[in-house]
């Protein structure tokens, strides 16, 4: 999905409006193309977007890309007047794109999140840290009338290179926002969550993305041609990950690196860039921005903010809004999917915390005061809120526990009888992420209607009776269950989800049948053969009973008076992630044969969610 972003968010039509935009952009601006030479000598491709206006210096704002600084041709504008990054160019800021070493235009071998290298001895130890401050000090050497200020941002893939940026420590980058940032990808981010493999992001976006580039070029790589078009029964058909391997043959090197890289080893440790930012110094400002119902990289967001903030002594601030991946670029975060926020979220973060973020660092006008520490939104109330630290120092865990006949209490009531729910996971027929059929992976899923999967005997389900006051929550999920399996291994899906009163509805929305919506809060699965230790996974004792925990991403959700707290419990989320064959076996090179049937327990009293419980909360 995310080779699309930019297609995605500078796709809307052209209104008189943004005609006007575009034409004064284009009388206002010059563009230039230049070669910018790197230590080593490679030289990285970049677009140079300059304010005619000679009266007064300006600041820099830069993004470095993987996906292309396109269009190409020094008479051929980027349609920054689709969203509000006209904004920057209506207040002459010089506007910057650079293809990243290895990709486009750029010379040199890409490398993907290339690891950081903290001591560099030489002009060939170089990382994206040292190719942005060389472009840097290019930029600020050689563009006439810029004011020496320089700040980056980027969304997703770019919102990594953004982290690396802040690592770089050059003089004159004075603010860094990295807006969902790639950070982990075995953790959390893409590819993996709690080490299960996202196969489906993961092949369509290598299956293009991670084709060879032998010399620069401006030519899209071709994309997989899928020939089953629904993508739950393609990846089913297709079965074990060595036959999506075999689709894509040997030339995608890093597809090879996520099959014969399982665990989380050194390999995907020193990939990970929150190990690094105690190395950012205290006059890098960073803003990070992130979405709620993001897909990709939600994980990203919060974390990286939450590394900067115990590792870093710089000016840090966090906002998370309502949004799906980039949702806040797009000029409109009025609904995601089904579930609508009651106003345009996207242009009220544009104008009231992205713009004057950089607009006081680079430009040195107008306060910040208003930008707080944490700036959330709370869905379910359908409010901004800020704090003075992330999650709020008030919070109270406080446990929902899984009982019997379905129900869900905030009191155990534990019997002397041990007593379960049972449900048989079958790898032949796995549980589905999302209703319908879909092409490809949907966004909506993350806050979509879970009432397609309450229904199968693979699902359980538990959830309150009606609420009789507000419940808030506000930090990070904590999964305990206690299972057992027939068999050597198993994943682990819990679902938080919001059950809206059976009359509700939305004043002049009737698409969708909302009464009893049960909206999916947050959704994280777990391989349950890193139950212990994520570098040395452990099998099953078959039917011995386990403790499975594990951290979910932060909420920041209020459940209102009269709607029901859900969770469900599965062992498939298919096929957003890869089938697990139900054996401690290598799972990226398993045969089609080794998938097996398991049955499933999970124990009541000793099986709850821990909830973040924000007391008191207008």
Not at 211 to 221: A, E, F, L, N
Not at 256 to 267: I, V
Not at 381 to 408: D, M, R, T, V
Request: hydrophobic residues 35%; glycine residues 6%.
């Amino acid at each position: 999905m995310r080779k699309f972003l930019w297609l995605l968010l500078l796709s809307p039509m052209i209104s008189f409006s943004q005609n006007s935009d575009s034409a004064w952009i284009v009388q206002h601006y010059i563009k230039k193309e230049v070669y910018i030479p790197m230590r080593d000598g490679v030289r990285l491709f970049t677009s140079i977007y300059i304010p005619k206006d000679s009266t007064e210096k300006h600041p820099i704002l830069m993004t470095r890309t993987p996906y292309s600084c396109a269009p190409y041709g020094e008479n051929e504008y980027r349609k920054f007047w689709r969203n509000h990054y006209k904004t920057y160019l209506k207040e002459n800021f010089i506007m910057v794109i650079q293809d990243v070493r290895g990709r486009w235009m750029s010379e040199g071998e890409f490398v993907n999140i290339r690891p950081y290298q903290p001591n560099k001895k030489n002009k060939t130890d170089i990382d994206e840290t040292s190719d942005t401050y060389d472009t840097i000090d290019w930029l600020i050497h050689n563009i006439d009338n810029n004011n020496g200020n320089v700040g980056i941002f980027g969304i997703s893939y770019p919102g990594f290179y953004t982290a690396m940026a802040a690592l770089s420590n050059h003089p004159a980058l004075k603010a860094v926002s990295p807006q969902a940032p790639v950070t982990d990808w075995f953790m959390g981010d893409d590819f993996h969550h709690n080490g299960a493999f996202f196969a489906m992001d993961a092949f369509a976006f290598y299956s293009s993305f991670g084709k060879p580039r032998p010399k620069p070029t401006t030519v899209s790589p071709t994309a997989f041609n899928y020939t089953i078009k629904d993508n739950y029964r393609f990846y089913l058909t297709t079965g074990a990950l060595p036959n999506l391997t075999r689709l894509l043959g040997d030339s995608i090197a890093f597809w090879n690196d996520l099959m014969n890289h399982p665990n989380y080893t050194t390999w995907w440790q020193e990939r990970n860039d929150r190990n690094f930012m105690q190395h950012i110094l205290p006059g890098t400002a960073s803003l990070v921005v992130g979405g709620l119902f993001d897909a990709e990289d939600c994980f990203g967001a919060w974390n990286l903010y939450k590394a900067i903030e115990s590792k870093a002594k710089n000016n840090n601030k966090l906002v998370m809004g309502p949004w799906y991946h980039g949702q806040w670029a797009s000029g409109d975060g009025s609904h995601l999917g089904n579930v609508y926020f009651n106003s345009n979220t996207a242009d009220w973060y544009a104008q009231h915390i992205e713009i004057p973020y950089f607009n006081y660092y680079l430009k040195g006008t107008r306060s910040i005061d208003s930008i707080a520490e944490a700036n959330i939104f709370f869905s379910g109330a359908n409010e901004w809120h800020q704090f003075s630290s992330w999650p709020p120092a008030n919070i109270q865990p406080q446990s929902i526990y899984l009982e019997k006949s379905g129900k869900l209490t905030f009191s155990s009531k534990k019997d002397k009888a041990i007593s379960f729910d049972e449900y048989i996971s079958d790898p032949a027929k796995p549980v589905p992420y999302t209703d319908g059929v879909h092409e490809y992976r949907t966004r909506e899923y993350m806050d979509d209607d879970q009432r397609f999967a309450a229904t199968r005997p693979d699902v359980l389900v538990y959830e309150t009776p009606p609420l009789e006051e507000d419940i808030t929550l506000a930090g990070p999920l904590t999964a305990h269950l206690k299972v057992s399996i027939s068999t050597t291994d198993a994943d682990f899906v819990v679902k938080l989800i919001d059950v809206f009163p059976e009359d509700f509805s939305y004043p002049n929305q009737n698409t969708y049948p909302m009464g009893g919506y049960e909206m999916l809060v947050r959704g994280e699965i777990m391989r349950g053969r890193f139950r212990n230790s994520f570098e040395k996974p452990e099998a099953f004792v078959p039917n011995i009973p386990t403790v499975i925990q594990y951290t979910m991403p932060d909420v920041a959700h209020t459940f209102k008076k009269g709607h029901k707290i859900m969770i469900q419990v599965q062992s498939s989320w298919f096929p957003l992630a890869d089938r697990n064959p139900q054996q401690f076996i290598d799972i990226y090179h398993a045969k089609n044969s080794d998938f097996k049937k398991a049955t499933i327990r999970v124990f009541h009293h000793d099986s709850y969610v821990q909830l973040p419980i924000l007391p008191n909360f207008k």
